[in-house]
């Protein structure tokens, strides 16, 4: 068996050596061999107090947030259950009563 690592991106066995460059036959990816382990980040959401936050968390508001395309915002102290976690700009996917399903930013909640 070979002791070369998995490709980071398929987890495909089948990698290879070409020059400095490892590569996996299934999916084109390329990688040095140094840069498999700065490649796994691990990403960290924390609320407006910093406060670590994790998928299925509840959360609540801590301001008045203004919906594009609806009328009424939603309110300071509004209570959001069982959120996940996403990467981006708003980094929180959920659903909330009254507005459906929306993202929010993690820097306007505070975990409950």
């Known amino acids: 068996m070979s002791d070369l690592p998995n490709c980071p991106k ?22 040095t061999a140094l840069s498999g382990a700065a490649d796994e980040k691990v990403h960290v959401w924390k609320d407006a107090n910093g406060t670590v936050l994790q998928d299925g968390d509840t959360v609540t508001v801590i301001k008045d947030l203004k919906v594009k395309g609806s009328s009424s915002p ?17 980094n929180i996917d959920c659903k909330i009563d009254g507005f459906g399903a929306m993202e929010l930013k993690s820097e306007f909640v505070k975990k409950a």
């Not at 050596?17 to 990688?31: I, K």
């Open 74 to 90: 939603i309110k300071g102290g509004t209570k959001v259950k069982n959120i996940r976690l996403i990467e981006g700009d708003h």
């Open 10 to 31: 398929c987890n495909s066995e089948y990698t290879y050596e070409v020059g400095s460059l490892l590569t996996c036959p299934e999916c084109a990816h390329e990688w």
